[in-house]
């Protein structure tokens, strides 16, 4: 029986396009390997798999084509090989290298059907985008946070891009919850990770991201307390290699500036005032306490257990940083100062302990120090299933993307329990990276000059006028005030294979901001040292600034419920369904729990920002079995 009859039988026409595709994945990590398993089985012709990093010992539990002895060997190769076993008819290709090599330029991207971003990082995904949408390549990108994962289909001029919508900065507290009304444990992990340890050790609170400072006008008078309260800090700091530092420290963020606090009466109406310690109280318990506990991270510490590892770690801290202090001064170096890193034990020790001491001041559940670990470093567990479902729905998409049908690619949602289906957008006309047109050129590097440039190809090909400015990715080489450039090579303004310039219309009636991606190739016009790529009957035109910016109608997908679908056991309601299907909405909606561990984990995500809440359907066939409604 020929290896592909299934694959045949349920995708139909679409399997010829499979098997003559040309695939690129980027990433091999958790998502990566299911993707490539799923690619392989699947019968994509050619499939390309670049990684940069090799195999750790931590990636063994969800990255299943790697086993023990490949432990430090290149990702990409060791994935190629394995997957090869599954599917002898396709054909692999491994690179050990960064996806923004200049190696892998638009020629190359040029080449593939579709991209598939399996990666863990919003910088490398930009670049991504950014060469797909310059050569018009279709992008399929995918990401998962926990329990959460989400595949968006990204096309040119038809959908929004990755940089389209705006991505959520890191999460923050108000600066007062912090550090007067902390009701939880994060807040007094993020106290002393934010608060006590950079003032003591580090940069002022003024420089911590997660103390967000915008309600401090409608608090003005705690706020100028707590200014004041960092200043006296300031000053214990001062002296930090004195034998009394630990006590002086310890007196003033658990016993004194508790009890100012305690005594605003205000504040503790509804709740129960904060409770100083005391250092002399503490210090005699504190005698059969060995301070070996800091290893044991699983048990949550007792009080005075906390108050011996708070003492301990503030002493590591201070010799280490005695220590820095001489050899920089010694080498004329700036002052050193010690971050925050969960894998630090000296700093992950501090703030455990300081931040348990806090808690328990505030009557707040203490954590052991594995669970702080997780909070304070952001860690989100990475789920072996949730990468496999995101790599599933990425294929599905793929299909649609390789009929050309945009008009049924859908942006995915995979929550807890559940799977929800939206539109997706037209493309931001306010995008940076995709609002603007885009163009290629090739660059003869020998000979190319910026004046070539501007005027072989802005000028003249693309009728500028005098008003233009051109940047390239270090900043502004060319304005009319600016000239002095023009006569410069490319090469030696640093712009080379894969770089992108950006040119703005400064005359009336403006034409649209134009991309250049840049192209080392000799023109096929030996005359010319810099030739705009044009399609054959395609000559491109910059558009003129609209008026007023309206919103393009995208490519406008209908809205077929039918085609939405959650993962879920359970019946309920009716809707437009292919018969014998059965429909219910959504049940994490509002999920108060889930968007609170959403918060405390620090979900940074993009991914969530631009969840619409669509009504998502659920279809069961009676045997259980999933059906995909509209996929045909
Ligand atoms: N610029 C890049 N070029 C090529 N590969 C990249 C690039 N940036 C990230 N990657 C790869 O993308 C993959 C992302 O996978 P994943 O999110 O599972 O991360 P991981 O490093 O394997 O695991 P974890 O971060 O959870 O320890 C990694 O294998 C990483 O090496
Ligand atoms: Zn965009």
Known sequence: MPRDKYTRQSLGATQRLVKESRVLLVGAGGIGCELLKNLVLTGFGEIHIIDLDTIDLSNLNRQFLFR????????????????????????????????????????WFSGFNIVFNALDNMDARRHVNKMCLAVDVPLV??????????????????????????????????????????????????????????????????EAAELDSSEDADNAEEIKKLKEEAQALKKIRALMGSGAFGKHVFDKVFKEDIERLAKMEDMWRDKKPPEPFSYDALEQEASVVDKAIAQNGQRVWSAVENFVVFKDSLDRLVTRLSQEQAVASKSGEPQPSILFDKDDDDT?????????????????????????KQMAGNIIPAIATTNAMVAGLCVLQAFKVL????????????????????????PNPECPVCSVAMARVHVDIEKATLGDLVQDVLRTRLGYGEEVTVMSEAGLIYDPDLEDNLEKKLSDLNIGDAGFILVKDENDNPRVDLQIAIEVKKPEDETK???????????????????KQAVPDGDQVENDDADGLVI?????????????????????????????????????????????????????EDDGALVIAGDD
């Open 403 to 426: 009929k050309d049908d945009y008009a049924r690619t859908r942006w995915l949602w995979l929550g807890i329990g559940s799977l929800r289906t939206d539109q997706l957008d037209p």
């Open 348 to 372: 992950m020790d501090f703030v455990a302990a300081a931040g348990n001491l806090r808690a328990i001041i505030f009557g707040i559940e203490p954590k052991s120090k594995f669970d702080i």
């Open 68 to 107: 023990h002895e490949h432990i430090k060997k290149p990702k990409a190769l060791v994935a190629k090989d394995i997957a090869q076993k599954f599917n002898p008819n396709v054909t692999l290709f491994a690179h050990h290298a960064n996806i923004k090599d200049k190696k892998f330029n638009l020629e």
């Open 529 to 547: 040292a810099v030739l705009l790529v044009e399609k054959e009957g395609e000559a491109l035109e910059v558009p003129r600034k609209p008026e």
């Open 141 to 206: 990108e995918s990401g998962t946070t926990g329990f959460r994962g989400q595949v968006q289909v990204i096309k040119k001029g038809k959908t929004a891009c990755y940089d389209c919508t705006p991505k959520t900065t890191p999460i923050s507290y108000p600066v007062c919850t912090i550090r007067s009304t902390p009701s939880q444990p994060i807040h007094c992990i993020v106290w002393a990770k934010s608060y006590l340890l950079p003032e003591l050790f580090g940069v002022s609170e003024d």
């Open 568 to 620: 879920m056991n359970g019946v309920s309601s009716t809707a437009k369904l292919p018969a014998g299907k059965r429909k219910r909405p959504l049940d994490d909606e509002g999920d108060e729990s889930a968007t609170q561990a959403k918060k405390l984990q620090g979900m940074s995500s993009a991914e969530f920002t631009n969840h619409r809440g669509t009504e998502a359907i659920v279809i069961d």
